[in-house]
């Protein structure tokens, strides 16, 4: 707490002060350019990663990087909702992780029996841990981990696109889907592309697109 206090001191008497204007600037109203959901660990920092500033990314944290199915009424739903419809996002994304903690409970459950409220929520990854034991079960733990942590983005951002707004601004072709992974140790980040199939670093698609341009 004591580190808090001391940030909290220093944005009050320094860093706000000097931004005086951009912040009475962004109490007048937000315009996100993405819905950014990702996993509630620590070490990630959507901010960081992107280079973004307060206002730009709508941000959605939980264990896992998980958003329930919809019509369940969840608080994921209810900000992808409002993110969609009120706030007029184009671009969602779905970013998981190296090393995740949540993925790991789900790939050994028996490590959750003290944590009856982790198990429970790991069960909106059953599609996940399907997958996994039905096809990568016979691999080494940390390739199947990784897997792992790549197949969940994917099914999370199943859900995604089922949940009725998303659905709709999809029909109108008014959003975009994007599924990363972000490795904490290199700093890269991974995205998902349908045409080879797989998880490839995200700066060398753009690289290659542009040269095609």
């Given at each position: 707490m004591e580190k808090l206090l001391h940030g909290l001191h220093k944005f009050q008497s320094e860093i706000h002060p000097g931004r005086k204007r951009f912040f009475e600037e962004l109490a007048k109203g937000q315009s996100p350019d993405a819905i950014f959901i990702t996993c509630s660990d620590s070490r990630v920092d959507p901010q960081l990663i992107t280079q973004t500033q307060p206002g730009q990314l709508f941000t959605i944290r939980n264990a896992g990087n998980i958003v329930p199915v919809a019509g369940l009424g969840s608080g994921e739903e209810a900000s992808i909702e409002y993110g969609i419809d009120v706030l007029k996002i184009r671009d969602i994304v779905v970013c998981g992780h190296s090393q995740?903690?949540?993925?790991?409970?789900?790939?050994?459950?028996?490590?959750?029996?003290?944590?009856?409220?982790?198990?429970?929520?790991?069960?909106?990854?059953?599609?996940?841990?399907?997958?996994?034991?039905?096809?990568?079960?016979?691999?080494?733990?940390?390739?199947?981990?990784?897997?792992?942590?790549?197949?969940?983005?994917?099914?999370?951002?199943?859900?995604?696109?089922?949940?009725?707004?998303?659905?709709?601004?999809?029909?109108?072709?008014?959003?975009?889907?994007?599924?990363?992974?972000?490795?904490?140790?290199?700093?890269?980040?991974?995205?998902?592309?349908p045409e080879a199939e797989e998880f490839t670093p995200l700066l060398e698609q753009q690289s290659s697109i542009l040269a095609k341009k």
């Open positions: 995740c903690g949540a993925m790991k409970g789900l790939l050994n459950p028996e490590t959750l029996t003290e944590l009856p409220t982790v198990a429970s929520w790991l069960k909106h990854a059953e599609d996940t841990k399907r997958i996994l034991d039905t096809n990568y079960r016979d691999q080494d733990f940390e390739s199947v981990l990784n897997i792992t942590i790549q197949e969940n983005v994917l099914v999370q951002l199943e859900h995604v696109r089922e949940h009725s707004s998303v659905k709709e601004a999809l029909r109108k072709e008014k959003v975009n889907l994007h599924a990363w992974t972000y490795d904490i140790e290199s700093g890269i980040i991974y995205a998902y592309d």
